[in-house]
């Protein structure tokens, strides 16, 4: 059994060059039913063998890989015997190292690229033999390593594929792993399945048996404190805990202040006693104490650690009232390690209150995070897997820190009050709206967004109601679409269903004369503002 993951079974390894879809390229392989986890580039070629993976993958990145402080990695990697698949950077990386040649393109590709392939590669069986891709590179492979036969091109990329066969060494010029490559889907599984010859053995049935085992193990007789949000991730964690030692668990809600309006009120009655759970709940009311912590804090890494470090201090507090408490358990998720900068080479991009927001000590023998190696769509896969109700696994993300993040600039009551009542009005409209449409036309809308809320920026400005001057707040409204939250677009909503929000945005909550539509995507922006 893997220690770490609890899980004993076929691996794909990532490599992470600093591409900026690491995970979506784990995300792809675990598709295949495989599963993967992301590693930096740093990674000891050592620990690479220890891990006895089917496949490595190397990610894309910034970098030009024939300059001598790029990303590299040692000549070994390809001599293991192991298939190792090089994407974009990756791709460029592996012919270099192995003797290829690596330049500055005459022709810059971006975007959907028309790609002919070679049918006879098992990485392309089933592909089309011209088929659209996603390029995005500046360098290209002008000549491919001693050995490789190019087995894909474009009109301006003549090695937009390369593969050693002998050595299940493979190159892809572009990214398969996006939804623009029509047909990368196929060239993942014909990797993973296919060349590495995993069978696919990475599904939700078999991760709740197995990790209720090692919870078991993990556990003993031990006591386990439960940080319960209501939100996915900690009630799927809290359902798992609670298969595995049941009265062992008590789970502690802490209403901060900052969650969705009538939250608190909501989420004791689900995991309350005269909820459906069976569990030890303790709900601890801690708004002013973090509205005093946060008094005066404008900036956004800042206000996450002291909410975490708060969290932290009220569990030991809630811990002591109990008694002896020997572990505390977390709805960490795969996303949050990896967007925290533990778990690739990527740029930090925020820290997460259960990842890199804990303080430096914890008044606990040792922390439980039963979905650390799970993608959102797998922790809704393991809910329903767990029984748990689908109006609460398919209920929408909610940052740990709450409207903390969702407020630029510094917390007050106030703002608390202003976004929850814009925000139960946008979710409300918005709801309605998809219920209407579904009942007219038989279908779902496709414009649903798979999330969407307001948000309260920092910025007033000059209004006019009732012919009187204002100087209020603007609002804004995200909503987008995404498969799993580490890509998404902004939803394209009825301009009359925005106009309702805005009047009655307007109309109804004091303190605000303006509202905005955020249309960013991510990359380059995150689906939350802070």
């Known amino acids: 059994m893997d220690k770490e993951s609890g899980l004993s079974m076929e691996k794909v390894i990532v490599i992470d060059f600093g591409g900026q879809y690491n995970q979506l390229v784990a995300r792809r392989v675990r598709e295949c039913n495989v599963y993967c986890e992301i590693y930096s580039y740093k990674t000891d070629i050592e620990q690479i063998k220890a891990m006895k993976p089917k496949g490595i993958i190397l990610t894309g990145g910034p970098n030009s890989c024939y300059e001598e402080s790029s990303p590299s990695y040692s000549k070994v990697l390809f001599e293991l015997g192991i298939p190792v698949l090089g994407l974009c950077y990756g791709a460029q990386l592996m012919m270099h190292v192995l003797g290829g040649r690596v330049e500055k393109a005459p022709v810059r590709e971006y975007g959907k690229i028309e790609v002919t392939v070679e049918s006879s590669s098992a990485l392309f069986a089933d592909v089309s033999e011209t088929t659209v891709c996603w390029m995005s590179h500046n360098d290209y492979i002008s000549q491919a390593a001693p050995s490789f036969s190019i087995c894909a091109h474009t009109a301006d990329c003549p090695v937009a594929a390369a593969e050693c066969v002998e050595k299940k060494l493979y190159a892809i ?177 925020k820290s997460h209150h259960n990842v890199g927001g804990l303080p430096d000590y914890v008044d606990f023998k040792e922390i439980i995070e039963p979905l650390r190696n799970l993608f959102k769509d797998e922790v809704r896969k393991a809910g329903l897997e767990l029984g748990i109700p689908e109006k609460l696994v398919f209920r929408q993300p909610f940052p740990g820190p709450g409207l903390g993040i969702r407020i630029i600039g510094e917390i007050t009551a106030e703002k608390v009050r202003i976004v929850q009542d814009a925000d139960a009005i946008y979710r409300e409209e918005v709801d309605r709206a998809v219920a209407v449409y579904a009942k007219e036309h038989g279908t779902m809308a496709v414009w649903k967004p798979d999330q969407y809320f307001a948000a309260l920026t920092n910025m007033r400005s000059v209004g006019v109601m009732g012919d009187e001057r204002t100087y209020d707040y603007a609002v804004a409204l995200r909503a987008v679409k995404t498969v799993d939250f580490m890509t998404a677009e902004c939803a394209e909503i009825p301009f009359a269903v925005l106009q309702t929000v805005m009047n009655r945005i307007i109309n109804e909550v004091r303190g605000v004369n303006r509202v905005v539509y955020d249309l960013t995507s991510k990359p380059p922006g995150t689906i939350e503002f802070e």
């Open 173 to 349: 010029q572009f990214h398969p792993e996006v939804l623009h490559t029509v047909e990368g889907t196929k060239m993942i599984y014909n990797f993973v399945r296919g060349i590495c010859g995993c069978m696919g053995t990475w599904r939700m049935d078999s991760f709740v048996e197995e990790s209720v085992k090692h919870i078991r193990e993990q556990v003993g007789d031990g006591k386990v404190l439960l940080a319960l949000s209501g939100g996915v991730d900690s009630s799927v964690a809290a359902g798992l805990l609670s298969r595995a030692i049941g009265k062992q668990l008590t789970c502690v809600f802490v209403d901060h202040g900052l969650l969705r309006k009538d939250e608190g009120d909501e989420v004791e009655a689900v995991f309350g006693r005269d909820g459906d759970f069976d569990l030890n709940f303790i709900r601890v009311n801690a708004q002013e104490r973090y509205y005093a912590k946060l008094a005066g804090v404008t900036e956004p890494e800042r206000k996450r650690k002291i909410i975490g470090e708060e969290f932290i201090r009220v569990f030991e507090e809630e811990a002591k009232k109990i008694g002896t408490v020997d572990f505390l358990a977390q709805g960490t998720i795969y996303p949050d390690v990896v967007e925290s900068g533990l778990g690739g080479e990527s740029a930090v991009i």
